[in-house]
Every structure is written in C-alpha cells, then in structure tokens.
C-alpha cells in the first residue's frame, strides 16, 4: 500500500491551544504564583504535567461548561489539590472521584484557611486565570504557515474552547488578512471536550455537509497526542503530529500518525515541495 501522501487531502481539523498557540508557557507562567505560595520547587514540566490531569479532570465532569470557566476552576482545584499534597505529586493528582464544586462556591477551592477577603481576591486570581486565553501567544511559524495551507485546502478548527474565548484568538490569527478559517468548531458547539469522539464525530459530520469531504480527505492537525490523535485513531481518521518540543501536555499516549513535524511551519513546507513534484 502506498504511503499517504499530504497533498490526497482536502480538508485540515486543527487543535489550536497547543498546536497553533503557545498555550503551555503562559499557563506555566500563571501557576507560578501559586508554586510559589506553596514553596513546591516543581519544574515547568511536573507543574504542566499536573495541571494536566487537572484540566482533563474537570472537563470530563462538566463538559457543558465553557472552557473559559473550566480553566478558572482548574486553576482553584490545582491549588486545592497542591495545599493538600503530603509531599508527593503523583497521588493527589491522580484523577480523584466525585465533583469539584465552583470556584467561590466553597472554601476548599480557594486558600486554605482564608478569610473572606483573601478568598475574594483568590477567586480574581482563578477568574483572570480563566480570561486569560486571549494573552496566550501564537507561535511564530503558525501565521505564515496556515496562509500557505490555505492555498491548498479547506482549513477548518476543532477545539476544546469557548466561543467567546476563540474570537479573540481567531482576530490575532486571521488579523494580517492572509487567510480565513473555513470553519470552526467548539467544545461549546459539541457540549463535550476532547478526547471524546463525539468531538470529531460532530467534525466529520459538519464537514461533509459543508465541503463534502469524506473521512478519507480530513487531515486532523494536532500537538496533543492525548486529546486529538487518540480518537482520530478509534474512528480511523489519518492525523499529523506537530511536536511542538518540549510539549508536555497531552503527550503521554501510545498512538499512530501518518506525519510528523517539529512545528506547523515544517508542515507548511513539505506540502509545498509536494506540490512542485513532477
């Protein structure tokens, strides 16, 4: 059987908070404050790592809740579950049963032990946490990249965020005019989060009815080997893995893709030699 080739497909279904945008630095740079307070000498690794399960935690309870608030929320719980470490990382990370309740709603999820005022101004931190997606940055060869993927297919977005968070990060990536998203899909859209299939089980869907694209000429485009190239896997879907090094969340699963590329740029560039081939 021959090897896939980029240019068989007509349709791309990219993850954006990992892939497209520097999500982990900023993140890191947030949970510092509370690393801090906790005196956890963690590297950046351990404390994305941790955040992590986290956020895959709480997505997995409320998958109707918008992701601007699941981030504030994992933001408390992450300092909950820090304040209640015996020392050792792993078991109070590990995915603990029952519901979190909301940010504010209960002491537990704000600093231990604080009074009502420090609590107020725990619950702003854990709430501009949330906000702060539209600060998160764009990776460098991103831009450029999907400008020149535009040329050649249909370029479309499936991704575990809000609505209202996205526009923001849509006007910075389309802002130099270059090239328009064909299509974008949210968790808010779906009313479930990655990995579930159900997500691109939606995708493939609307993509048909829209392009009238099959399976077999979407491309799903991601950096998260857990949320994006596990169920593309379970529903046959071919994926492309953009490393993005030293990525660390989302990266510990055992999975296949038919193409691999340190960054989108790469991508970009192997598409266009294969474009020039006699």
Known sequence: MPEPQLTQFKVLVFDVYGTLVDWETSI???LKPILD????????????????????????????MLYADILAKAHAEFERRLNGDGGSAAPVFASEGGSTSAVGADPSTSVSGAGDSERSSADAEHIAFGQSIKDWPIFPDTIPALAKLS?????????NVDRSSFAHTRAALEGTGNFKFDHVMTAQDIGSYKPSTANFEYALKDVKEKFGVDKGEVLVVANSLFHDHVPANALGITSCWIRRPPAVMGQDASVHYAFDFETLGAMAEAVAKEKVKP
């Open 151 to 159: 040329e050649t297919y249909k370029l479309t977005v499936l991704s």
């Open 37 to 64: 307070r906790s005196k956890k000498p963690w590297s950046k690794k351990e404390a994305l790592a941790a955040f992590g399960v986290v956020e895959t935690d709480l997505q997995a309870q409320y998958p109707d």
């Open 28 to 30: 890191y740079e947030r």
